[in-house]
Structures are given as structure tokens and as C-alpha cells.
């Protein structure tokens, strides 16, 4: 069994607050985006935290009932199967939604998760702290995305960067939900959406104002796809957004000498 304290890197003892900091500095300095790290790194980080974060779970783990590997011995505690047989209670769904993705069942907390997305009484933020349940819907888009799921990865996204514009949760690993939102929205819609309905998606992204590094290339890529559609003078205006937010991001130029030239041509 992985020793939580110190894959967080702090004593036993330690603070609820110093635990959180602790999260946030090694979750950043380990995120694949930015490190390079391995997938399993940031699991290992996220379900140190999981459990350390949570006074009940803290105490169970300190006493040694709470083991973090599946239950293989007569009479050892088996907390996902104690959390199933709750599943009626939206609190228990909640906690085995997180338990499932620390712990390699992620078809089964992404099917938990559907099943409870909509419904007010099952969001996350109601039964753990706001930047953790923010946390834990993060990976949950990984997990769509992971699996050709964009659309579904771009809602939760959508739902994380307006919380965090509302009232900050992520601190400074927000700088990587915003990649990984830019890189979904950029890259992955368009592997399985129609033009159109890309769009639709991008306008939706722009109207959040994630970032002003975002919302230039969005309006790039939105210009490049109302170009493909024949709507030139759309595309210009499209450009001249980008523009105006980042002059000199690459191939905006060209882009606007093509829908500039394209709407004279046109009728």
C-alpha cells in the first residue's frame, strides 16, 4: 500500500491546509501537460489526496481500516463494496465516483457519473470541498476525452472553467485545465463534429472568456471554419476578434488576407 504522506511529501501530522497545499504543488509540478509525468503519477497524487483531504477517510486510513488496493483477504474492509451498498444516498455515489477513478474502475465511475449528472442533490461540491470535487471532475473529462467522448468532456470543462471564473477553486492548476480546455476545444471537437456543430460548441467556449490566449485561437479556428463553410465575411470578423485580443498569434495574418479576399469575391 502507497504511503499517502509521502507521495504528498508531508508528515503525518500535517494540516488540512498544508495537505491541500501540498496537493496543488505536486499536482502541478506532475501533470502529464506539463511535466511529462505518467498518468499513473497524477493517480497516485490524486489518491493520496482523496483520502488524506477527507477527516473521515484520514482516520480510517491512520487506523489502517481504509486500504487503498482491492479487499483480497478474509475480513479486510472493503470500502468500494461498503460505498455500493449505500448507492440510494446521492453522498455515497458521489464518494464511489471518486473511489472508482483512484482506483482503475473508470468505465464504471464514468457510467456512476452520467447517471448523475443533471441532478442537483448528486453534484460533487455538495459532499467535498469545492476545489476537490473541481478536481475530480477534471479527471472525469480526461476520462471522456481519453475515450473519443469530446462533446461530453467539453461540458464538464465548460462547467469547471465558468465555476472557476465565478469563484476561483483551482488556484494556479487552473493554468492547466485551461490547456487542456484549449487543446479539446482546438483539436479534439473537430475529430468527430461536423463544421457546424463545432461552432456551435467554439461560440459557447468563447462566451465564457476562459482566457485571452484562448479566446484568440478560438476565434481563429472559428474564422477558419466559417472560411471552409463559404462565409467569408463572417470569417473576417472572426479574425479581427483574434486580432484585436492577440496581434501577433501565428497565421492570423494570412487568415485574414484569405477572408478578406474571399469576401470581395463574393456576391
Known amino acids: 500500500m502507497q504511503d499517502h504522506y509521502q507521495v504528498l511529501g508531508v508528515p503525518p501530522d500535517a494540516s488540512p491546509k498544508d495537505i491541500k497545499s501540498a496537493f496543488r504543488r505536486v499536482a502541478k509540478l506532475s501533470h502529464p501537460d506539463i511535466a511529462g509525468s505518467s498518468d499513473e503519477s497524477m493517480r497516485l497524487i490524486l489518491e493520496a489526496y482523496s483520502v ?84 475530480a471532475e477534471f479527471c472525469i473529462a480526461e476520462e471522456l476525452a481519453s475515450r473519443g467522448r469530446f462533446a461530453d468532456a467539453f461540458e464538464v470543462l465548460a462547467k469547471l472553467v465558468a465555476m472557476e471564473r465565478k469563484s476561483p477553486g483551482f488556484g494556479y492548476f487552473y493554468d492547466v485545465v485551461l490547456m487542456r480546455f484549449r487543446r479539446l476545444v482546438l483539436e479534439d471537437l473537430g475529430r468527430t463534429l461536423e463544421p457546424e456543430a463545432e461552432l456551435d460548441l467554439l461560440h459557447r467556449a468563447l462566451s465564457l472568456s476562459s482566457s485571452a490566449e484562448n479566446d484568440a485561437q478560438f476565434w481563429r479556428r472559428a474564422a477558419e471554419l466559417q472560411l471552409r463553410l463559404g462565409r467569408p465575411r463572417e470569417a473576417a470578423e472572426a479574425t479581427g476578434r483574434a486580432l484585436a485580443l492577440k496581434p501577433r498569434l501565428p497565421g492570423l495574418r494570412s487568415l485574414q488576407r484569405r477572408a478578406g479576399a474571399a469576401a470581395q469575391a463574393s456576391p
Open 52 to 135: 488524506l483531504s477527507d477527516p473521515r477517510s484520514r482516520r480510517e486510513y491512520d487506523r489502517g481500516r481504509l486500504r487503498i488496493v482491492k479487499a483480497d483477504r478474509p475480513g479486510s474492509f472493503d470500502y468500494r463494496a461498503w460505498l455500493k451498498e449505500r448507492l440510494d444516498d446521492p453522498e455515497y455515489a458521489a464518494k464511489l465516483v471518486i473511489y472508482d477513478l483512484l482506483h482503475g474502475f473508470e468505465d464504471e465511475a464514468l457510467r456512476l457519473y452520467d447517471g448523475m449528472r443533471g441532478r442537483d442533490d448528486a453534484r460533487l461540491e455538495r459532499f467535498f470541498e469545492r476545489p476537490e470535487a473541481m478536481d
